[in-house]
């Protein structure tokens, strides 16, 4: 079982450009999760999804948006990337919001 | 505003015994967790702790009490690969995680 993956493990962005960050779970979990992880800070959210269909903001969301048209798929859009975006990205699903999280193995964004 | 503290680095000795604490303020509480992130890797769950008291699995327990807004993670007979960030998160009144900075544990042999 492939658990949750994630796509592209790392890229470098120029800053102004769209790119968009691939989850996806094979687990039927209802709930997904957007994090950004920054040194010296604990993992930020940025928006969820407690079922297909729908989608929230959480902690960061601004510059970034969410679609959740499946259970399995859960993309993450930056529209037009800045510096500050920077960061490690990792997506995360639970069985619903009740249970633990289980983590992707992250992708690395550099915007330049 | 919510807030949880961990120590940001610790150093132990392998075969050794350590303690990482954990305070929080949170908007309501739904639970505690503790996840284990090896450098460059992702976070994966340790224990989950909802009422007061001690949760034991194997070398690693978890503590909690809600009264204090504190809990701990106790790793016993320390090895090498215990060498990670741990992660407390808090589970809020929304059923969202909030995350504190995580604590490097460093074990030299």
């Known amino acids: 079982t492939a658990g949750i993956t994630q796509a592209p493990t790392s890229q470098i962005l120029a800053a102004g450009r769209s790119m968009t960050l691939r989850c996806t779970q094979d687990m039927r979990h209802n709930a997904m999760y957007w994090y950004r992880q920054d040194l010296g800070l604990g993992l930020r959210l940025i928006h969820y999804s407690n079922t297909a269909g729908t989608t929230g903001k959480g902690e960061v969301p601004d510059g970034y948006s969410v679609s959740r048209a499946n259970t399995d798929d859960f993309p993450l859009t930056l529209a037009s990337a800045v510096p500050s975006q920077t960061s490690v990205y990792f997506c995360?699903?639970?069985?619903?919001?009740?249970?633990?999280?289980?983590f992707g193995p992250g992708t690395r964004l550099t915007v330049l | 505003g919510q807030n949880i503290d961990q120590p940001t680095e610790m150093t132990a000795t392998e075969g050794a015994i350590v303690q990482i604490n954990c305070t929080y303020q949170?908007?309501?509480?739904?639970?505690l967790f503790w996840y284990q992130q090896h450098a460059g890797e992702a976070p994966t769950f340790l224990s989950y702790n909802v009422l007061d008291g001690l949760e034991e699995k194997g070398r690693f327990s978890s503590f909690l009490s809600r009264s204090k807004g504190y809990s701990y993670l106790l790793l016993k007979e320390l090895q090498m690969k215990d060498s990670a960030s741990y992660l407390c998160a808090v589970r809020d009144s929304n059923y969202q995680l909030i995350w504190g900075a995580g604590t490097k544990l460093i074990i030299k042999p």
């Open positions: 949170t908007s309501g509480f739904n639970g």
């Open positions: 995360a699903s639970s069985e619903s919001s009740y249970n633990e999280q289980f």
